[in-house]
């Protein structure tokens, strides 16, 4: 049975959650006292983190479910998911993170963060509306 090559693509975002997850719980927490990071920026980052996991896991389940019927809408959705991690998740980190690298220029990322939530929004639509079309 050969494996569909999104697996390495959901793989790779999962391990990236993981590892940033771990960043976050020790060396960001750690740098709390320093002020180069605040509380908000800390729990900005795990919102990432956890968002660009939960889609890792839904995009897991997509690609399962299209084994069993094919839908463009699922394939909207796995798409919208992958761009909202990109979005969502990427912007937050550098924005949660820019004092700490010295980069106060990323705040011009501030508006990307909301563009990859209405990519999720768009890609759970996606899914709802995939299931409910084969039913």
């Given amino acids: 049975m050969k494996l569909p090559k999104q697996f390495i693509t959901i793989g790779l975002l999962g391990a990236i959650a993981v590892a940033l997850g771990a960043l976050g719980a020790h060396a960001l927490k750690n740098q709390l006292p320093s002020g180069l990071i605040t509380t908000d920026q800390l729990n900005g980052f795990d919102t990432a983190v956890k968002y660009q996991m939960y889609h890792a896991l839904a995009m897991f389940a997509i690609v ?58 768009a890609g759970w639509l996606c899914l709802s509306y995939s299931v409910y079309k084969k039913s």
């Fill in 64 to 121: 399962l479910l299209k084994n069993n019927y094919q839908s463009k809408f699922l394939n909207y959705a796995y798409n919208l998911f992958f761009i909202g991690i990109l979005l969502f998740s990427g912007s937050l980190y550098f924005l949660c993170t820019r004092n700490l690298i010295g980069a106060e220029w990323l705040k011009f990322l501030g508006p990307v963060t909301p563009l990859g939530g209405l990519c999720f929004v």
